[in-house]
Nanobody, 122 residues
Framework: VQLQASGGGSVQAGGSLRLSCTVS????????MGWFRQAPGKEREFVGN????????YFADSVKGRFTISRDNGKNTMYLQMSSLKPEDAALYYC????????????????WGQGTLVTVSS
């Protein structure tokens, strides 16, 4: 399974950005896919999860109400829609996937994509 994250860029505070994570190499069944981020000098942080079957989502409190996750089955792509961006949202964003587990479990991902950089100017 390969994950390819894209869509990063620069945006002003209060703006919006949509990241994509395209999956290849395997047909997804009961996978949980996640978004993580890591800012310089900080530990990697959980952002949100999507259960591919059913589309159930779960978010970190820091992004709840501002970020949404969706998927396009036909394109094998997951999206992270980020709105009302703050300078503290700036980070390298990663997508990840694992087989099964609860959508609110945020560890033990088997597959990781490379990061896509988001910068937010104040």
């Amino acid at each position: 399974v390969q994950l390819q994250a894209s869509g990063g860029g620069s945006v002003q505070a209060g703006g919006s950005l949509r990241l994509s994570c395209t999956v290849s190499g395997r047909t997804f069944a009961d996978y949980v896919m996640g978004w993580f981020r890591q800012a310089p000098g900080k530990e990697r942080e959980f952002v949100g999860n999507l259960r591919w079957l059913g589309g159930i989502t779960y978010f970190a409190d820091s992004v709840k109400g501002r970020f949404t996750i969706s998927r396009d089955n036909g394109k094998n792509t997951m999206y992270l829609q980020m709105s009302s961006l703050k300078p503290e949202d700036a980070a390298l964003y990663y997508c990840a996937a694992r087989l099964g587990g609860s959508v609110d479990y945020t560890r033990d991902y088997e597959f990781w994509g490379q990061g896509t950089l988001v910068t937010v100017s104040s």
